[in-house]
Nanobody, 116 residues
């Protein structure tokens, strides 16, 4: 059974940093592209970034996070990360881990709130 469990969200002040983690199980993690999405209140879910199966390609970041967010993965630990720096109030959202492939799978999400 595929499981994706996000962690690391929380409340942070503008300019702060958070590191999200997504622990995967139930499939061959190293064979899949992994993605981070987010959904802000009242908005559609959007793709934030993605990383290739081997971790060698991170060729997409949504414009609003370029230069501030970094995706990475550790295939030995079956975990994908999202390092978020210089956070802004507009980054407030639920962040979801997503496994690509023919049958995609979602995690339960982790709340990130950027506020004074």
């Amino acid at each position: 059974q595929v499981q994706l469990v996000e962690s690391g969200g929380g409340l942070v002040q503008p300019g702060g940093s958070l590191r999200l983690s997504c622990a995967a199980s139930g499939f061959t993690f190293s064979s899949y592209v992994m993605k981070w999405y987010r959904q802000a209140p009242g908005k559609e879910r959007e793709l934030v970034t993605e990383i290739s199966s081997a971790g060698s390609l991170t060729n997409y970041y949504v414009d609003s996070v370029k230069g501030r967010f970094t995706i990475s993965r550790d295939n030995a630990k079956n975990t994908v990360y999202l390092q978020m720096n210089n956070l802004k109030p507009e980054d407030t959202a639920v962040y979801y881990c997503y496994r690509g492939g023919l049958f995609g799978s979602w995690g339960q999400g982790t709340q990130v709130t950027v506020s004074l």
